[in-house]
């Protein structure tokens, strides 16, 4: 089986989909989906490229989104 390839919505690049974190939007979040099986909108970025998505609003671009979109969440998950 082909292994899946991902673009992070961050830095563009094209990775293994194991080395990305997905994220989905849920409502005005966005939200960890670590085990790939939450509803909704996703997209998939490195851990490390979290900070410069934020500042790109890299996850309003992804999610097609006008609004704030809350990260808090994934901040808080990203770092524990
Ligand atoms: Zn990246």
Redesign the pocket.
């Known amino acids: 089986m082909p292994i899946p390839i991902r673009s992070?919505?961050?830095?563009?690049?094209r990775?293994n989909f194991s080395e990305?974190l997905r994220v989905v939007q849920v409502g005005n979040q966005v939200l960890p989906d670590q085990d790939h099986r939450k509803f909704g909108r996703g997209a998939w970025?490195?851990r490390?490229?979290f900070d410069?998505?934020k500042q790109r609003r890299s996850f309003q671009r992804a999610f097609r989104c006008d609004e704030d979109l809350s990260t808090d969440s994934l901040e808080n998950y990203l770092n524990t």
């Open positions: 992070c919505i961050a830095c563009r690049k990775e990305l970025l490195h490390n490229c410069v998505a």
